[in-house]
């Protein structure tokens, strides 16, 4: 039967980013950063094993870009991120489910954890007052896991992948720089409605 439900999720996301200092230049992968997330979820379930929902998640993102001895520069992005996605869903009390569509988010916080390196190849900093990141983020996510059903209350374990297409360089210092996150969580879900 259709029916919607309320819940919150909380995991772990690790994030990764790629940039270009220039154009034409070759492109360089820095590590990401872990850190903990956690998300307000209202889900609709429709009669015909499929469904939307909306979240209101705290995220953060970054890098990490080190040396070989572990000395360099992090940064980390804090938003408030909303992905709206479609859920398919297979199965009855135990469902194994697929989740697409976009996000988009806002920058509540950019700060610089470490500045040890600087120069030409170096991604520059954004916690600063003259950095000025861009405050929007958007792009998609996409994620399979399982569902499990137990009268009014749902548990959910989940994976999911993020890709950014909004990127914080908003001075032009930079050619490009993309991040991605990998989320790793579980969800408790109430019905409210049926």
Do not use: C, W
């Amino acid at each position: 039967m259709a029916q919607t439900s309320v819940g919150f999720r909380a995991g772990y996301t690790e994030s990764s980013a790629t940039y270009r200092v220039t154009l034409g230049s070759f492109p360089r992968t820095v590590t990401g950063v872990m850190a903990p997330t956690y998300s307000f979820v209202i889900e609709q379930f429709f009669e015909k094993n499929a469904g939307a929902q909306v979240e209101f998640q705290l995220l953060t993102t970054g890098y990490a870009a080190t040396d070989t001895i572990n000395i360099g520069n992090e940064t980390r992005f804090d938003y408030l991120k909303i992905p709206i996605l479609s859920n398919f869903y297979l199965g009855n009390s135990g469902r194994f489910h697929i989740k697409l569509g976009p996000h988009i988010g806002y920058l509540l916080d950019a700060r610089d954890v470490s500045r040890v390196m600087e120069g030409e190849l170096v991604i520059p900093t954004y916690g600063q007052p003259d950095d000025r990141p861009r405050k929007v983020m958007y792009g998609l996510t996409a994620g399979v896991g399982l569902s499990k059903l137990f009268g009014k209350h749902t548990l959910q374990g989940e994976v999911r992948y993020s890709y950014e297409f909004g990127r914080p360089e908003s001075q032009e210092r930079i050619f490009d720089i993309n991040f991605t996150q990998l989320e790793f969580s579980l969800a408790y879900l109430f019905r409210v409605l049926e």
